[in-house]
């Protein structure tokens, strides 16, 4: 079964394997269905584009999608996710996206439902499409993983992004060091935790994180964050020449990052949604590879 | 106008004619409607089995589908429901699968519209597709429907379910019994009312009922529901050899039915949600005959 | 960049031209792409008829259609309505529908994205669909619009429709007035200010107007709006031989208009929406013109 559930299941050659086919598909192959798969999108959280990334995605490799919004679901009577997994696969889904409040919500399907998992994140766990259009946005620059010097900077403690990002980067030869304010330090995920003002300089790569108002309420925190912890014009202008600025959106404007810096030359944070289709394109592809494998024609524009 | 309303407006030999339209689907046959029809899905209740059974039929027969949701409608702006369907007709669409938690909501409209109108559910009164994925999954299993004994249930008096499915099994020759706690019980029904455990030794179908939290609220009820009337494992070891377990979902697990009864090798509940797409491919065949028998070209795999 | 935000920006020629073009898809014309092009429905507000529209209008064009739920997307974590617009850009979307409660919503975006912009209504300012599906029923009944003598009654001041049709008629050489409450005059839009009693005689077409409950709280002054304010059966009869009832909709029955005239013979309230999927193809076919030009077929049934 070819779920794709967290970043740290995936060998450094599966890694390599998606990134290819995302680049193929940004090159502009196609892949295309020739029958009817239906692949369903269940949303749990709000998302805009996770979900219509997914879509998209789905939509050019020819499949049929199902939208499902849990507020006007069964879910509401009190369906379990494992109740509604298997009806969608009943009534002839051949792939799930989830997205889900839960930590690890995949662990209670994983090994029960017939048709693969696609993990569009859970509670504060994982994130993998995310780190996925990560690597394929840093690769597109670099061309390497070694060596490169990456900072992640912000909710460190609350993010998806910042854990999934983390054991990846790694696994393909990256050196990943964090910063952010204290109380959102987590020293579970190794590497050096310091100020942006100290790591800034030698990065390749400063991976801003977004403050999460809806996961802890600490808006009065964000008085102040830019200057304290953000990426400011000032700071901006102490970056390595060629070095880049991701952010995984929604960004706050002028929280983690100055509004000025958003379209930059250094951002990539719009490049990083455009990568977001490949690569969920090539997700998709592995999961289907059995049944898209047979249907589907590939042309190489 | 070929509307389904209702399981009492059908003869016995539509009802078989039907059955043979979705057993045909069951078997690989393909019918594809080769110009753009559009159909709406009009769900003012939550769902997530009866209407993706129906987005997945509507897509399965190259049909267009408009999914609205009521909740981000002009229904908010006090619009009302023969207004809305108007509206629909007038941009084209050729039918509309409506569920409304208002009983007999389409007396308002059956005449009025010039578009045929699939009841997905009205109230507490009729659900005619939930009846025909329940009346295929029986005549698959058993190829006949006289002198069958079917047992009901559960919450006999607010089901949709146990109306439309008694008024048809009977119509087909079957002999239905009711079970279930006394407040709940329907004598305008027909049939006995007795315990589970009387009327199990005999029946060849046990149709479990959901217990519906939402329409009345007694949840203090439920503690000691499965033990005092629902299928436990105790009571399944009772029933015939070849007799089936049914349920139309969502499941409360552990209520109505013993969490390891739900994939027992009696039960056909995910059985029934499959059925539910070649049920609904069959009714929107019937609704449309018209237009899709002229657009629509036939496959026999 | 074909936006289409107000219709102040439409030259009389350019009007014309898209009702040619809608006329022509009245007719029958087919207008297919070839390739898969992305349109994203972002609707802040509550629709039925002109988001389905929309989403008819697209498919009918063969487009691929992504239905943006404000209520289930990241405007809920505080994402701009811009970079909202630039995530659907960055991902594949090749033009955006827009409804939103803020008047000029659009003046934030026209200069800073690269994809047309379609306004499906903003707050209480400009709804140029509306407008334009308002004058193909007025040419399709006059074939003409000089000198025509149009009424449009209500909540003068709070309406969309007033402000956008009122230009566009005076444009193209109708006579325009205007009826309705005192408290709702709106004495910036031109013309005469009457009595619906007044002004009936004359007129050839009186367009009426909703009473938006949802923007006002005034419904005290719904009692007897009907008598004092609406078009009531007496008033009618009074109409001139060949002279037409428009209105938006969704209708208050009984409140603006009398129950028995919605669906009279000089009632052209279903024609306008049906009308309104010819004029959405005609816009979209213009915002899309490079794109769709070059790979779409025509066909000229």
């Known amino acids: 079964m070819n779920h794709l559930l967290t970043m740290a299941e995936l060998t450094e050659r599966e890694i390599l394997n998606i990134l290819q086919d995302a680049q193929d ?29 997914f879509e998209v995605a789905e939509k050019r490799l020819g499949l049929e999608v199902l939208n499902f919004a849990a507020e006007s679901s069964s879910v509401q009577k009190g369906e379990t996710l494992y109740d509604t997994v298997k009806t969608l696969e009943a009534i002839g889904t051949k792939a799930v996206v989830i997205r889900h409040p839960q930590d690890q919500y995949f662990e209670k399907l994983k090994d029960r439902v017939s048709i693969p998992i696609l993990n569009a994140g859970d509670g504060c766990g994982n994130h993998p ?17 070694e060596s490169l010097r990456i900072v992640i900077a912000g909710d460190v403690r609350h993010s998806r992004v910042a854990r ?3 054991q ?28 942006l003002d100290e790591l800034l300089p030698q990065a390749d790569v400063v991976m801003l994180l977004r403050v999460q108002h809806e996961r802890h309420d600490r808006k009065a925190e964000i008085m102040g964050y830019l200057e304290k912890y953000g990426l400011t014009k000032e700071r901006e202008q102490r970056m390595k020449p060629g070095s880049i600025i991701m952010h995984p959106a929604p960004i706050n404007r002028g929280v983690e990052i100055a509004d ?8 990539r944070i719009f490049k990083q949604m455009e990568n977001g289709v490949y690569v969920r394109m090539a997700v998709l592809k592995r999961a289907l590879s ?11 524009v």
């Open 25 to 53: 598909f940004a090159n502009g192959k196609q892949l295309k269905a020739k029958e009817q798969i239906f692949v369903a999108n269940l949303f749990f959280e709000n998302s805009t584009r996770t979900r219509f990334s």
């Open 129 to 145: 499409t995310q780190s996925l259009l990560d690597l394929l946005t840093i690769q597109q620059e670099f061309h390497r993983f």
């Open 164 to 166: 999934s990002n983390a």
């Open 168 to 195: 990846a980067l790694r696994k393909l030869g990256a050196h990943v060091d964090f910063a952010g304010p204290e109380q959102w330090k987590d020293t579970s995920m190794g590497g050096c935790f310091a100020s």
């Open 260 to 267: 000025e810096l958003i379209e930059c030359e250094r951002s």
């Open 290 to 300: 059995n049944i898209l494998g047979g249907v589907a024609h590939e042309l190489l």
